[in-house]
């Protein structure tokens, strides 16, 4: 049994501020303790009021001048998809062709596919990014890849093989019944296995047969005693949504297609979603599926302003992660993707407080993932993923940050002018496996 204390001002949060306010969702401790017990927080408050329990003999890491915060979730990402990150002048059908479908087919090689796995976790958790729910390629050893490497890190992660038979290079193709087969088998391997979890993973409706559909939703359907996640791609970009019309003529709208063929549910995770008209976000409230706010992607593709306070509407609220969507999107920081919700909150006349942002990237893709209860917040009986968050590295943002006057500025300077450099630590059950200022700043626990 190994006990560790971490000391230090520390944010959470116990609710969702855009259904009962900011006041009332973040939880503030300006001189808070951490108590962590074999990988999970075993007590956590204020360190006037708890640091009775800790024995004269304990180790206590004091993170002065910074912010500890959950570890990010980042919702959706192809981890892929790295090497072609900043990929210039196209939008979402033609930059499929052009560049991500030469890029996937790279994946064939497993020697190859355990290089980008490794870069992709290390600049994740460098990132401050503990948990993301990740696609990888229609090869099957692309995903033993990633789970191999991120059960190395003991990293919680949601991943699966992408399906698609149609509309791609023949090459990167598979079958309905293969893809099936192959997500069976695959699931059977790696869902919790460890803290690694299965996603069943259609790369969107152009991409996919019905028939494959179908079988993806079956297999959702088998898998009751530990069910299974499902992601996917919805509403990204008009282009699409026309195609997706033509291609499923007997569907009301994009997320119909899903429905139909029982995608939708809890654990569902839609990425994107900008275009979503009412009809979608009733029934996405309705069967407890979520969506992935994707801003850099968005921004860097041209696909338009996913519409968060509109998603959220109280009357019928959606789950509402963040993720980077590398590499359409631009960063692997989730500060710097929080910095471009902000913009796209302002273009859509709303106001994506500091509260509401690093909400979003911690507990609010936890709710996505129905994992909230694990990961996500710094609270008793959770997983020890933790990021600590500082301007140890740039006296520029050190003297910006000495003119802000409360949290909430603090925490919004982060996100306007921070990224990976602002982490200082990352803890991943518990183990500080990333310390920047470290001889060796990544550790394998
Ligand atoms: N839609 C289908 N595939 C993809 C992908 O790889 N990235 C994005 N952004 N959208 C997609
Ligand atoms: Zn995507």
Not at 313 to 328: F, H, Q
Not at 344 to 365: I, M, P, Q, W
Not at 386 to 403: A, K, N, P, S
Request: aromatic share 10%; glycine share 8%.
């Amino acid at each position: 049994m190994t006990v560790q204390f971490i000391r230090g001002e520390v944010i959470s949060f116990k609710d969702d501020p855009f259904l009962c306010g900011s006041e009332s969702a973040i939880v503030h401790e300006e001189d808070g303790l951490i108590c962590i017990e074999d990988g999970k927080i075993k007590a956590f408050g204020s360190y006037s009021e708890i640091k009775g329990m800790i024995p004269a003999d304990a180790s206590i890491t004091h993170y002065k001048d910074s912010i500890i915060c959950p570890g990010f979730i980042d919702g959706h990402v192809h981890y892929p998809q790295i090497q072609m990150i900043g990929a210039f002048g196209e939008h979402l059908l033609d930059w499929l062709n052009k560049y991500t479908f030469p890029t996937e087919s790279n994946f064939a090689d497993k020697s190859y596919a355990d290089d980008v796995a490794k870069r992709f976790l290390k600049k994740l958790i460098g990132a401050g990014t503990t948990t993301a729910a990740v696609y990888c390629t229609v090869h099957p050893q692309s995903v033993d890849a990633f789970f191999e490497e991120s059960s190395r890190w003991n990293t919680r992660m949601v991943a699966g093989k992408v399906l698609m038979d149609r509309n791609a290079p023949e090459w990167l193709l598979d079958t309905a019944q293969s893809a099936y087969d192959d997500s069976k088998r695959l699931a059977g391997k790696w869902h919790h296995a460890g803290r690694q979890l299965y996603c069943v993973t259609p790369r969107f409706a152009p991409s996919c047969s019905d028939e494959q559909l179908e079988l993806a939703g079956q297999l959702l359907k088998e898998q009751t005693d530990q069910p299974l996640f499902m992601q996917t791609h919805l509403d990204e970009n008009v282009d699409e949504i026309a195609w997706v019309k033509q291609l499923f003529p007997g569907s009301k709208n994009y997320l119909d297609v899903y429905d139909k063929a029982g995608l939708v549910g809890p654990r569902s995770i839609f990425g994107h979603g900008v275009h979503c008209d009412e009809d979608e976000f009733h029934v996405l409230h309705e069967k407890g599926a979520g969506i992935c706010h994707c801003p850099t992607s968005n921004n860097f593709l041209g696909s338009g302003l996913f519409k968060a306070f509109v998603a959220k509407d109280e009357k019928r609220p959606v789950r509402v992660g963040l993720g980077t969507d590398l590499g359409a999107g631009t960063s692997f920081s989730q500060l710097s993707t929080l910095n471009e919700a902000y913009k796209v909150s302002e273009l859509n006349n709303t106001k994506l407080d500091a509260v509401h942002a690093f909400y979003l990237a911690t507990r609010g893709g936890a709710e996505l993932l129905y994992l909230e209860d694990t990961i996500g917040s710094i609270a008793p009986g959770m997983e020890a993923d933790i990021t600590v968050l500082d301007c140890g590295h740039d006296e520029f943002t050190q003297w910006r940050m000495g003119y802000a006057n409360d949290l909430n500025e603090r925490l919004f300077i982060l996100m306007c002018l921070g990224n990976e450099r602002n982490v200082k630590s990352t803890y991943v059950y518990g183990r500080c496996v990333y310390d920047r200022d470290r001889a060796e700043p990544f550790q394998y626990p």
